[in-house]
């Protein structure tokens, strides 16, 4: 794959004028550029013979003389770099590759051509570099023929091991240090390297409606900021004795209500199949800032230890604290929240096999009893793939990053905008905006 020559593209016979000259002599040019470009096509067609015949030396005159005629054709310097190649003459087949990336630095089979003659050369380290370079403008594999996917597969693996020798190597730079580290900064570090070794890309904040600046940004966020998860998980056990309570009834509509909850009109984009569909579920303990009061009293112990919680308090809009019920073999589709100026906490209860979490470019499995704290206008996804239904405590709380200050003016501004409007906070019947 990476010796057999290139086609030259045909001629094009409607190019427009050149530069200089009077008609006459641009007319002689035009008539002269498509006969240099039909004797280069035909000195090129002689070398891919000449290769099928296993004479590299003689292809290598037919294309040098037949880039004397046609400097700027890109397919001649790939086939020069073949020829050069199968006369073992590496260097020299990297310098017609520099000319052909010079006319097309994106050419997808120059890039790899490179890569593979240095990794031949035994340039492991240049060529694995090189290698991420060209898979990165590679074709899908159905657009390839069967050597050039071979070579596109040992790419990959050379790549592979080029990014696991350098993470190796790095680990081995600042080891020591990350030992000194608190989890959260070890986390973060590790998800440093990943990116600049280009394992991940960059999430950002992307809220529906409400973006506060200078906020973190973090998928997940750190233990270490938040002591009262460890009260929140020591409560684990009493919040699962009044879930299995409410279970029972888990059927009954006034109780259980759609999470997806939106009214005909609006453009549902991705929540089309979860609209009013019980497949995805709440029991909710506060509504868009209201307390449901029949359900708080149905699970008093939960509803206390919410109450101890530093959620938002911005009418209208927040708190909002629920029992989220996923059903088997349900997937939550990627999405993003409404505001940045607060973080969602989930408190896994019943996490059957086959379930998962992902926030930005970290997936997580749900650990009973084991709560976290994520920005949810970060793009995030859930999906249960189990046979038993999933639930978990989930619940709003400020950004700590806000001063009080702030979430004063915040809530102020949110119900201000409402204000405004004239517009009423949304009835029980809207979807949550979770």
């Known amino acids: 794959m990476l010796t057999r020559p290139q086609a030259l593209p045909s001629p094009d016979r409607h190019h427009p004028n050149q530069r200089g000259g009077g008609m006459g002599e641009r007319a002689e040019a035009d008539t002269a550029k498509p006969e240099a470009e039909d004797q280069a096509r035909g000195l090129n067609a002689a070398a891919v013979r000449a290769m099928a015949a296993g004479q590299p030396a003689r292809a290598h005159a037919l294309l040098e003389e037949a880039l004397s005629i046609a400097p700027t054709q890109v397919p001649l310097w790939l086939n020069l770099a073949g020829a050069r190649r199968a006369l073992g003459e590496p260097l020299a087949a990297l310098s017609a590759l520099d000319r052909a990336l010079g006319l097309d630095p994106r050419n997808f089979m120059a890039l790899l051509m490179r890569a593979s003659l240095l990794d031949g050369m035994g340039e492991a380290r240049q060529a694995g570099a090189a290698y991420g370079t060209a898979l990165s403008l590679a074709p899908p594999d ?33 080891g020591g240090d990350l030992a000194r580290c608190r989890s959260g900064e070890a986390r973060r570090m590790a998800r440093f390297v990943d990116g600049a070794l280009g394992r991940t890309k960059p999430y950002h904040q992307q809220p529906a409606q409400f973006f506060y600046p200078g906020l973190p940004v973090m998928e997940f966020h750190d233990r270490e900021d938040f002591p009262w998860l460890a009260d929140l998980e020591a409560g684990t056990d009493a919040v699962r004795a009044e879930l299995a ?69 911005v009418p209208g809009k927040s708190p909002a604290a629920m029992f989220s019920v996923l059903k088997p073999r349900t997937r939550i589709p990627a999405h993003t929240g409404v505001s940045n100026t607060r973080l969602v906490v989930h408190l896994p209860l019943v996490v059957p096999p086959g379930c998962g979490f992902r926030v930005g470019n970290e997936t997580r499995e749900w650990t009973v009893g084991e709560a976290w704290v994520f920005d949810d206008t970060i793009e995030h996804e859930a999906w249960n793939d189990s046979d038993q239904t999933r639930v978990i405590l989930l619940f709003d709380i400020w950004h700590p990053a806000l001063s009080v200050a702030e979430r004063e003016m915040i809530t102020r501004v949110m119900t201000g905008i409402d204000q405004f409007n004239g517009d009423a906070p949304p009835g029980e019947e809207a979807g949550s905006g979770l």
């Open 142 to 174: 159905g657009a390839l023929d069967a050597p050039t996917q071979r070579a596109v597969a040992r790419a990959r693996e050379r790549h592979a091991q080029y990014l696991a020798d350098l993470d190796a190597f790095l680990k081995g730079e600042i």
């Open 245 to 313: 309570a409410v279970l029972r009834d888990a059927d009954d509509p006034r109780q259980f209500v759609p999470y997806i909850a939106y009214p005909d009109g609006l453009p549902l984009d991705q929540w089309a199949e979860l609209n009013h569909s019980p497949r995805w579920s709440a029991f909710h303990f506060m509504h868009y800032g209201r307390p449901h009061a029949e359900n708080r009293a149905r699970c008093p112990r939960t509803a206390a230890l919410l109450d101890a919680m530093p959620q938002p308090q």
